[in-house]
């Protein structure tokens, strides 16, 4: 099977794109992973497929696919890519759309500078539907908010690490640095993704506070590994460390792939906004195999 694409990137945060509102491609999860690998496919962190709208006052569905094939619920650079993508296709000549994800809608608009800012939605601190389980255990207090100790396979029991737990759509872990550079992302990363308490998996962040108004971070992405950035995971740093009374209002963040600028109020039900890039890197076709 042949099929169109394109190739799009947010801070880093590389992506394929489909455009399937005239028709679903079929693909299944061995041919998400064929176009997501580095070496044999594309390359990209996600693939991000366009449907077209399901409901009334909804303009598109996003479905998001990681490099390993399973679908996930939200992807923040993505949905910037999306509303840069349906206007290059002539899908849209809207700037602002609805898009409708697994874990609702969101509104992608585009700037007069180029970026994209995405209302995400409210943060969920409800444990349950984050999911986190948290039986058994005592939170430290932090500011306004507290602190989940989480003791990793491999790791004393005397030295857990202290974490923020939330949802920005997809569940998150965020925890303090001192030196993103030097954290641990790659070795401890995979231990919270799949540790226990986080049914469904989990990103984990690690981020390092510069001052009240920037951050750095580094994140260890659900099903795809470390990204150069993460929308949905600078979200997830930028409103613990609101909570935990180290950050202001407006939050610039640094990650490898470039800078994110996320605006959160600190009322428990405001939005989070998200602005940042969105690049088209390439158009092309490739072939891919029926049969793994």
């Known amino acids: 099977m042949r099929i169109r694409f394109t190739k799009m990137q947010g801070a880093g945060n590389d992506f394929v794109m489909l455009d399937e509102t005239r028709g679903s491609l079929g693909l299944t999860t061995a041919q998400y992973r064929f176009l997501a690998d580095r070496h044999f496919g594309v390359g990209a962190d996600q693939i991000l497929s366009v449907l077209p709208s399901p409901a009334a006052g909804i303009d598109f569905?996003?479905?998001?696919?990681?490099?390993?094939?399973?679908?996930?619920?939200?992807?923040?650079?993505?949905?910037?890519?999306f509303v840069r993508f349906v206007r290059e296709q002539g899908l849209t000549a809207k700037e602002a759309v609805k898009v409708k994800t697994l874990s609702g809608v969101i509104e992608p608009r585009m700037q007069a500078d180029g970026r994209v800012t995405v209302n995400m939605g409210?943060?969920?601190?409800?444990?349950?539907?984050?999911p986190f389980e948290a039986q058994g255990l005592s939170p430290q207090v932090e500011g306004s908010w507290q602190k989940w100790p989480l003791v990793l396979d491999g790791q004393p029991q005397?030295?857990?690490?202290?974490?923020?737990?939330?949802?920005?759509?997809?569940?998150?872990?965020?925890?303090?640095?001192?030196?993103?550079?030097?954290?641990?992302?790659?070795?401890?990363?995979?231990?919270i993704e799949h540790h226990e308490r986080f049914p469904r998996r989990v990103n984990a962040g690690f981020m390092q506070v510069v001052s009240r108004r920037?951050?750095?971070?580094?994140?260890?992405?659900?099903?795809?590994?470390?990204?150069?950035?993460?929308?949905?995971?600078?979200?997830?740093?930028?409103?613990?460390?609101?909570?935990?009374?180290?950050?202001?209002?407006?939050?610039?963040?640094?990650t490898r792939g470039g800078l994110l600028t996320i605006e959160w109020s600190g009322q428990l039900e405001a939005p989070v906004l998200m602005t940042g890039p969105a690049t088209t890197v390439f158009t092309s076709e490739i072939e891919v195999p029926d049969v793994f």
């Open 61 to 81: 569905e996003y479905v998001i696919h990681n490099a390993d094939g399973g679908e996930v619920e939200q992807c923040g650079n993505g949905a910037r890519c």
């Open 122 to 130: 409210a943060p969920v601190f409800e444990l349950a539907r984050i």
């Open 158 to 191: 005397a030295t857990p690490l202290f974490m923020a737990v939330l949802s920005m759509g997809n569940p998150h872990a965020v925890q303090l640095v001192e030196d993103v550079d030097r954290a641990p992302v790659l070795q401890t990363g995979p231990l």
């Open 214 to 254: 920037q951050i750095r971070l580094r994140v260890y992405e659900r099903g795809t590994g470390e990204t150069l950035a993460c929308g949905t995971g600078a979200c997830a740093a930028a409103v613990a460390g609101i909570r935990w009374g180290l950050l202001d209002t407006r939050v610039e963040v640094s």
